[in-house]
């Protein structure tokens, strides 16, 4: 990144003052903004001190400061950060800007620099010995397809050669750059390709009695012509850019179904595809397939084995005389039976006619004793209570061994 700085003190006036044109001009400029935002006048107040000195010079950041109201290093930070903005003193009859990006570099920019040194200085914003021209390398200056380039103040001059070159520079040195030709300095007009045009060369009005329009071709599926112009005929430049969408379904003469019609199959589409949310609603474990089907899967006869749900019954209470009734009452009656029993006695046999889903009651029943048998309550009466609550043993004490 390069640093840019203000000119010695040497080269710098004592003092900036704009033109009587010119401070019309700056006066006009600042009534255009509201109160307040005159600051924003600083660009071109800059440029129009440059344009008059030919340089920005430290009186005339000073001036600008001054008449909008701004901290000078505010305007300072503002001419030192915009290339466009020249610090030092340059060339009075031409200041050269060379573009050096790469499609003038491709193209030659490296012979325009060194013709630049050779005729003008080696070290660029180095003015000659009388002060009429210097030069520098800029960045692109926006003709690429013109490459290359130079700027002159505010006139570009492309499609260069070393030679021609060094032709302007010494007319712009005789004071003779107002008659130099701008912009291409080789035979084409504009940016157009070089050796002419390759597409469009003729146009309407330039073949005399020639018809240059055609019939345009037929459609598709015998659809009628669409489009701009359809069904006359035009020329061939005017829809080279267009693409032939000639079928029977972009036709835009053939008509849709009504939109009545349109409504009324919209209608019957829903009334299929609509689903009551409320149906099934009752049924167990509804929306637990969140709404899919799947196959047989046996719970329905489960459900109904468990808790008796026949036809026209769906209430979810067990069967009366259901497995799963028979099984909750024999756990229930065990477990009374196993509260009301007296420690110390024998375990209660099994009935014979308990069902427990074909499971062995006897051998619940151990398990039945043998978590009650457990460490807190072995060999302690006190430890159930009438109610079935089990306590914790309480260690016995001296007082308890004498009674």
């Given at each position: 990144?390069?640093?840019?700085?203000?000119?010695?003190?040497a080269?710098?006036?004592?003092t900036?003052?704009?033109?009587?044109?010119?401070?019309?001009?700056?006066?006009?400029?600042?009534r255009?903004?509201?109160?307040?935002?005159?600051?924003?006048a600083?660009?071109p107040?800059?440029?129009r001190?440059?344009?008059?000195?030919?340089?920005?010079?430290?009186?005339?950041?000073?001036?600008v400061?001054?008449?909008?109201?701004?901290?000078?290093?505010?305007?300072?930070?503002?001419?030192?950060?915009?290339?466009?903005?020249?610090?030092?003193?340059?060339?009075?009859?031409?200041?050269?800007q060379?573009?050096?990006?790469?499609?003038?570099?491709?193209?030659?920019?490296?012979?325009?620099?060194?013709?630049?040194?050779?005729?003008?200085?080696?070290?660029?914003?180095?003015?000659?010995?009388?002060?009429?021209?210097?030069?520098?390398?800029?960045?692109?200056?926006?003709?690429?397809?013109?490459?290359p380039?130079?700027?002159?103040?505010?006139?570009?001059?492309?499609?260069?050669?070393?030679?021609?070159?060094?032709?302007?520079?010494?007319?712009?040195?005789?004071?003779?750059?107002?008659?130099?030709?701008?912009?291409?300095?080789?035979?084409?007009?504009?940016?157009?390709?070089?050796?002419?045009?390759?597409?469009?060369?003729?146009?309407?009005?330039?073949?005399?009695?020639?018809?240059?329009?055609?019939q345009?071709?037929?459609?598709?599926?015998?659809?009628?012509?669409?489009?701009?112009?359809?069904?006359?005929?035009?020329?061939?430049?005017?829809?080279?850019?267009?693409?032939?969408?000639?079928?029977?379904?972009?036709?835009?003469?053939?008509k849709?179904?009504?939109?009545?019609?349109?409504?009324?199959?919209?209608?019957?589409?829903?009334?299929?595809?609509?689903?009551?949310?409320?149906?099934?609603?009752?049924?167990?474990?509804?929306?637990?397939?969140?709404?899919?089907?799947?196959?047989?899967?046996?719970?329905?006869?489960?459900?109904?084995?468990?808790?008796?749900?026949?036809?026209?019954?769906?209430?979810?209470?067990?069967?009366?005389?259901?497995?799963?009734?028979?099984?909750?009452?024999?756990?229930?009656?065990?477990?009374?039976q196993?509260?009301?029993?007296?420690?110390?006695?024998?375990?209660?046999?099994?009935?014979?006619?308990?069902?427990?889903?074909?499971?062995?009651?006897s051998?619940?029943?151990?398990?039945?004793?043998?978590?009650?048998?457990?460490?807190?309550?072995?060999?302690?009466?006190?430890?159930?209570?009438?109610?079935?609550?089990?306590?914790?043993?309480?260690?016995?004490?001296?007082?308890?061994?004498?009674?």
């Amino acid at each position: 990144m390069s640093v840019r700085r203000l000119a010695e003190e040497a080269a710098q006036p004592q003092t900036f003052a704009f033109s009587s044109d010119n401070e019309a001009w700056v006066e006009t400029l600042i009534r255009r903004y509201p109160e307040g935002r005159q600051q924003s006048a600083v660009i071109p107040m800059l440029m129009r001190a440059q344009d008059q000195d030919g340089w920005v010079t430290k009186a005339a950041i000073e001036h600008v400061a001054d008449r909008l109201s701004m901290p000078m290093i505010r305007v300072l930070e503002v001419a030192t950060f915009y290339t466009q903005f020249q610090l030092k003193p340059v060339g009075t009859r031409a200041h050269v800007q060379v573009c050096g990006t790469t499609p003038c570099m491709l193209r030659g920019s490296d012979d325009l620099k060194r013709v630049c040194r050779e005729k003008i200085h080696p070290e660029p914003l180095h003015p000659n010995a009388s002060g009429t021209l210097s030069w520098e390398e800029v960045e692109c200056l926006g003709a690429c397809v013109n490459a290359p380039m130079v700027m002159i103040f505010k006139d570009t001059y492309e499609d260069l050669t070393g030679e021609r070159l060094a032709e302007i520079i010494d007319e712009f040195e005789a004071g003779r750059g107002e008659s130099v030709r701008k912009g291409p300095q080789i035979d084409r007009h504009l940016s157009v390709p070089v050796g002419g045009l390759t597409t469009l060369t003729s146009f309407r009005d330039e073949d005399e009695g020639a018809s240059v329009s055609a019939q345009r071709p037929s459609a598709a599926n015998d659809a009628p012509p669409q489009g701009p112009g359809a069904g006359y005929a035009v020329s061939d430049e005017s829809q080279a850019a267009r693409a032939d969408t000639h079928a029977a379904e972009t036709d835009s003469s053939m008509k849709g179904p009504s939109p009545e019609a349109a409504a009324a199959a919209d209608n019957r589409a829903d009334d299929v595809a609509s689903i009551d949310p409320s149906k099934g609603a009752q049924n167990p474990g509804t929306g637990r397939e969140a709404g899919t089907r799947q196959g047989p899967t046996g719970q329905v006869e489960r459900d109904a084995a468990e808790f008796g749900e026949t036809a026209g019954n769906s209430d979810g209470e067990p069967r009366a005389d259901g497995p799963l009734k028979a099984k909750g009452a024999a756990a229930e009656d065990r477990l009374v039976q196993d509260f009301k029993r007296v420690p110390g006695d024998a375990p209660r046999a099994s009935s014979a006619t308990e069902d427990l889903g074909n499971k062995d009651a006897s051998a619940s029943g151990v398990f039945e004793e043998q978590r009650r048998n457990t460490s807190d309550t072995q060999g302690n009466p006190a430890a159930v209570s009438p109610s079935g609550a089990e306590n914790r043993s309480q260690p016995k004490t001296d007082r308890d061994t004498k009674d």
